[in-house]
């Protein structure tokens, strides 16, 4: 899973790219008009507080990082819900494998067995 600049985009098994989610973070996508926001008593310390110490010049700086960081976190949850979209569809077309306490033993035994023979040729490459 990727972006590009239609979007999220998933690259399917068949090698086809398909767009989830489509993000318009233009700036000809923002209305121009300006926002008032209150913050509340405690915000307005605290951003002062970064002021004094230099961290930010003015208040509106600390809502441009809030917003930021909010835009940040929410581009990570829409690639995360088009993820699981993708697994389950990955599951509804059977493609899942079932997980259960004995699938689980035998899988990290794979994984050790695999481990292990890597390993003795790492250690026999080096001889």
Same mark, same amino acid.
């Given at each position: 899973?990727?972006? $590009?600049?239609? =979007?999220?985009?998933?690259?399917?098994?068949?090698?086809? @790219?398909? !767009?989830?989610? !489509?993000?318009?973070?233009?700036?000809?996508? &923002?209305? +121009? /008009?300006?926002? *008032?926001? *209150?913050?509340?008593?405690?915000?307005?310390? &605290?951003?002062?507080? +970064? #002021?004094?110490?230099?961290?930010?010049?003015? /208040?509106? @700086?600390? !809502?441009?990082?809030?917003?930021?960081?909010?835009? %940040?976190?929410?581009? !990570?949850?829409? @690639?995360?819900?088009? $993820? #699981?979209?993708?697994? /389950?569809? &990955?599951?509804?077309?059977?493609? =899942?494998? %079932? #997980?259960? /306490?004995?699938?689980?033993? @035998?899988? %990290? =035994?794979?994984?050790?067995?695999? =481990?292990?023979?890597?390993? +003795? +040729?790492?250690?026999? %490459?080096?001889?």
């Amino acid at each position: 899973m990727g972006r $590009s600049e239609r =979007g999220l985009v998933c690259d399917r098994s068949d090698g086809a @790219e398909v !767009v989830i989610a !489509v993000l318009d973070t233009s700036p000809a996508s &923002f209305n +121009a /008009e300006a926002m *008032e926001v *209150e913050l509340t008593a405690d915000q307005k310390a &605290f951003a002062h507080q +970064a #002021i004094r110490m230099g961290r930010l010049q003015r /208040e509106e @700086e600390a !809502v441009q990082e809030a917003l930021s960081l909010w835009e %940040a976190r929410e581009r !990570v949850r829409a @690639e995360m819900l088009a $993820s #699981i979209d993708v697994a /389950e569809a &990955f599951l509804v077309r059977g493609e =899942g494998r %079932a #997980i259960t /306490e004995q699938s689980l033993r @035998e899988l %990290a =035994g794979e994984v050790k067995q695999r =481990g292990r023979a890597r390993l +003795a +040729a790492g250690q026999s %490459a080096n001889k």
